[in-house]
Structures are given as C-alpha cells and as structure tokens.
C-alpha cells in the first residue's frame, strides 16, 4: 500500500462562525522525492468541530487509492473517536452518546467513516499551536479559509439543516 501522512486542522470563527480546514498531505514516491499537497476550503456558518472533520474528509477524499495512512490532528474529538472506539458505541446506540443524546455532526462522522474504510489509518493526536511544522500550516490554511471573503465561502449544509 501507498504510504501517506496526512495533517489537519480546523477553524470557525465565533463557534458557529465563518470556518475553514486545512490539510497537507505528503507521499514520497519509489524515488525518494518528497510530494505534498494542501487543502483548504472556507465555509459560512459552522463550527470548529465540523471543519477539524471537513479537514480529515477533505485529505481522504483527495486520494486515489486505498492507502496506508499516519494521520495527525490536534482534535481530541476526532482521535479520541477512533483510537478509544468512541465512534463504535455511538453506531451501536443508534447514533446515541453514553448519555443517551444525540451524536452531533452525523452527516460528517458517517462520511468520514465510509472515506476511511478502504485505507489502513493510524490516528495520533499532535498539542495545537505548539510549534508542530505541519500541524501550524494546516491551522495556517484553515484559519486563511475561514477569514476569506463569506462571498466566496461554502454553505455548510449540514450544520444548517441540523440547527
């Protein structure tokens, strides 16, 4: 399998607010020749939680074949998900938290979910804002995305049609 690190952030401003993610990708080729590809996006009208996954669902969906994956994040929420198989009760109580409510931002837990299953993906948590190359680009992009002109932004449907 293709070797890939994956790097991801997310940013909203005002919480919901004007967001964006950002991402880098890297790969080295049979060669030894470094690639690396960034993403971001801006959106109108989300929160920091759905653009940390829009970030990791941006990388994923970028690439073209199954993969074998080192994915760093600074969002708990998403590694916690995963690595303490937060994301299989939830699927087991019917979408349900431990506390019997609701699991927020479905729509991008079930296709982070379904991008990730045909990769093989380690998850690690990276501390935020603490001088990490990779991970302070990404919030770099994420952060540009989210004060970009709203005019150019994207409609984060599935934040407005859950509130």
């Known amino acids: 399998m293709t070797q890939v690190t994956i790097y991801t952030d997310g940013s909203s401003r005002g919480n919901p607010g004007n967001g964006g993610y950002g991402a880098v990708l890297e790969y080295t080729d049979p ?11 801006g959106y109108r009208r989300t ?15 970028a690439l073209n074949r199954p993969c074998s994956i080192e994915l760093y994040s600074d969002s708990k929420y998403i590694i916690d998900a995963f690595n303490q198989h937060w994301i299989d009760g ?11 409510e609701p699991v927020k ?6 296709r982070l979910i379904e991008d990730a299953a045909e990769h093989r993906i380690s998850w690690h948590w990276v501390k935020g804002h603490d001088g990490h190359t990779q991970n302070e680009r990404c919030d770099a992009l994420a952060t540009e995305a989210a004060d970009a002109d709203p005019a150019g932004q994207l409609d984060d449907t599935g934040y ?4």
């Not at 929160?47 to 969906?61: D, H, K, Q, S």
């Not at 931002?105 to 079930?110: A, E, H, P, T, Y």
């Not at 407005?160 to 509130?163: D, G, P, R, S």
């Open 47 to 61: 929160t920091n939680n759905r653009m940390e996954l829009m970030g990791v669902i941006a990388a994923l969906e």
């Open 105 to 110: 931002n479905q729509d991008l837990w079930k």
């Open 90 to 100: 939830w699927i087991k109580r019917g979408w349900k938290k431990s506390d019997r």
């Open 31 to 41: 060669h030894g020749q470094l690639h690396t590809k960034e993403l971001s996006a």
């Open 160 to 163: 407005l049609e859950e509130n």
